[in-house]
Each structure stands twice: as C-alpha cells, then as structure tokens.
C-alpha cells in the first residue's frame, strides 16, 4: 500500500484481557519496528524487526509483550494480561534500508485503552 | 545509552513571529539526527535527517541545523497549520532503531 496500516485504529479492552495489535508496512521496506508512546510522552522503542533475521525484542517491557512479522509482511503486537498501565498509543514503523537512514514512515497508531 | 532531550516542553507564538527549538543529544558516534512533525491523533511524518555537524537542511518555514551537541529546528514566521508536536531522534553507531525525544509541542496563534 501506499503507507503504513495498522489496525485497530482505537481498542479498549478490560484488564487481565489479550490484545493483538496489526501492522501492514509499506510494500518492499525490510525494517519494521514497534513504539508506544504514552500521553504526553515521546516514543519508547518495542522491538525491531529485519528481513528474516531474529528481532531485537531489547524494548519490550515485560514478557506479557511479544510480537511477531511475517516475512517481509504484516507484523502482530501482542499484549497478554493487559494491564492500566499499558494503555497508550502503539506506533508501527517501517523503513526500506536498515537503520532508517532515511527516515521512517509511521503509521497512525493503535489507541489502546485498558479499563 | 543514546539520550535525546528536547526543549521547550511547550511553545506558543503569535503567527509570524520566528522562534526556534532545541533538541540536545548524547549519542556514542552519531549516524543521524531526525527531526519529525505529529499532528494530533497521527504518527510522526518525517521533516529531515542530518548526518553531521554544520549540516542544514530546509523546508518551507523550517529550517534544521546540527552541531556536535545539539540540533535547532528554526520556523520563520510561522502560521497556524504549523502547530504540531516536533520529535527529535537520533541513530547512535551501535543502535539499530532511533532514541526519541519527548518532543517540543508548538502551538501557533492567529
């Protein structure tokens, strides 16, 4: 597609609920990469993902957080056990050369609100 | 660690009146330093890369400039649609995603 999709575009879930959050990156970019950004706040890095090698899951805040990419493809984020505190926005990302030099496309984000 | 701290948190200005923001940065061999604009409820677009100091790049209104320390994000005579949330992220020799700032949010006055 022309940008970067994700989907839900707002979710709220009940705490102690599994939520599972959809990235579509733009066609051909190899890197993808998930950010949450709670409110106010700036972008906390979630994990990256390259081509097929093993992704760099360094940012993820606990093992409740896990993700996974298809190929070069759709990328799922998903939070098990949901908790308050993981209410934010879910930022996907994707670039066509390794380390972004030119900058990443985001998409619009997932609201995700834990009640 | 890669650290990004931007400044002012907030920034109001009449519309025309030319301002600029900081973004401080410690980075350990710095490969690029990103500037991007978020509107409400939107991901970040991306505005500029710069790659080493005495760089400067230009869009519009906006103007990036880089030192070994610290990047500015000059609007000259900015207007309304200008306001926005600015980011700035950095790419540090051993890092593999960006380190953002917590942003500076510009609002413009008619």
């Known amino acids: 597609g022309a940008g970067v999709s994700q989907s839900p575009s707002n979710k709220v879930t009940e705490k102690g609920k599994d939520v599972e959050l959809r990235c579509d990156p733009i066609s051909g970019h190899t890197a993808l990469y998930w950010y949450r950004q709670r409110l106010g706040q700036g972008l906390e890095f979630l994990i990256y993902?390259?081509?097929?090698?093993?992704?760099?899951k360094s940012g993820l805040p606990s093992d409740r957080f896990s993700a996974e990419r298809t190929g070069e493809s759709v990328s799922t984020l998903t939070i098990q056990r949901t908790q308050q505190e993981d209410s934010a926005v879910y930022l996907c990302a994707s670039s066509f050369l390794t380390q972004g030099y030119y900058g990443y496309t985001f998409g619009s984000g997932t609201r995700l609100t834990v009640v | 660690e890669d650290q990004v701290t931007q400044s002012p948190e907030a920034l109001r200005l009449q519309e025309g009146e030319s301002s600029s923001l900081n973004c401080s940065y410690t980075v350990s061999g710095l490969r690029g330093l990103f500037w991007y604009r978020q509107d409400p409820g939107k991901g970040p677009e991306f505005l500029f890369t710069?790659?080493?100091a005495g760089e400067e790049k230009e869009k519009e209104r906006l103007k990036a400039t880089l030192t070994k320390k610290e990047s500015f994000l000059h609007i000259t005579a900015p207007k309304p649609e200008d306001s926005a949330t600015y980011l700035c992220a950095v790419l540090g020799r051993s890092a593999r995603q960006l380190t953002f700032g917590s942003g500076t949010q510009l609002t413009v006055l008619p």
């Open positions: 710069l790659y080493s």
């Open positions: 993902f390259q081509g097929n090698s093993a992704p760099d």
